[in-house]
Antibody, heavy 122, light 113 residues
Framework: QVQVVVSGGGVVQPGGSLRLSCAAS????????MHWVRQAPDKGLEWVAV????????YYADSVKGRFTVSRDNSKSTLYLDVNSLRTEDTAVYYC???????????????WGQGILVTVSS | DIVMTQSLGSLAVSLGERATINCKSS????????????LAWYQQRPGQPPKLLIY???TRESGVPDRFSGSGSGTDFTLTISSLQAEDVAVYYC?????????FGQGTRLEIK
């Protein structure tokens, strides 16, 4: 069955960095675009970034552009999110989610993993 | 950016009754070349990740009960639950994927009356 498991979260100080990883299984990872979406405590969903199946196209929310970088390693079926210059407002559960196709033709999310909490605090 | 607005922050409906959740986009999400609305609905139960219910505004995801339906076109959309069940207590989000940045509505919390 489809699974995506996120790791790498935790507590980090403002200005700090983290790398989130999302290990995928149960589907051919290299055939699908992938998303990062976050949810601040008791708040709604905020889309963060999307990467196409081969990593050639990447798009970001304005709130993270220049600070976050999405990448993937298809040989390891793993998605990454490098988060830098962290701010307190980046505190959230970060979800990794699969898209139903490889490219921008259908950029909704058809499967979501459990997510991981990133807390930015001094 | 396309702003998605869900007019109700919360909604209370009796078991077995119809629940209707509305969503409005600040610009059309209908792509004229394929006549598809780039609009999805998600359900998020407490403590769980979101789950896809509806895409292309009205296509039900595999495994989703047929009491869930989506309708609308252009800028105005509706998610309808025809007969509310206890397990439908959740927050429901609409999302446009017509253009980046992809944007969500603020969510509608559905409770039992």
């Amino acid at each position: 069955q489809v699974q995506v498991v996120v790791s790498g979260g935790g507590v980090v100080q403002p200005g700090g960095s983290l790398r989130l990883s999302c290990a995928a299984s149960g589907f051919t990872f290299s055939n699908y675009a992938m998303h990062w979406v976050r949810q601040a405590p008791d708040k709604g969903l905020e889309w963060v970034a999307v990467i196409s199946y081969d990593g050639s196209n990447k798009y970001y929310a304005d709130s993270v552009k220049g600070r976050f970088t999405v990448s993937r390693d298809n040989s390891k079926s793993t998605l990454y999110l490098d988060v830098n210059s962290l701010r307190t407002e980046d505190t959230a559960v970060y979800y990794c989610a699969k898209a139903p196709r490889m490219d921008s033709s259908a950029w909704y999310e058809d499967f979501w993993g459990q997510g991981i909490l990133v807390t930015v605090s001094s | 950016d396309i702003v998605m607005t869900q007019s109700l922050g919360s909604l209370a409906v009796s078991l077995g009754e119809r629940a209707t959740i509305n969503c409005k986009s600040s610009q059309s999400v209908l792509y004229s070349s394929n006549n598809k609305n780039y609009l999805a609905w998600y359900q998020q139960r407490p403590g769980q990740p979101p789950k896809l219910l509806i895409y292309w505004a009205s296509t039900r995801e595999s495994g989703v009960p047929d009491r869930f339906s989506g309708s609308g076109s252009g800028t105005d959309f509706t998610l309808t639950i025809s007969s509310l069940q206890a397990e439908d207590v959740a927050v429901y989000y609409c999302q446009q994927y017509y253009s980046t940045p992809i944007t969500f509505g603020q969510g509608t919390r559905l409770e039992i009356k």
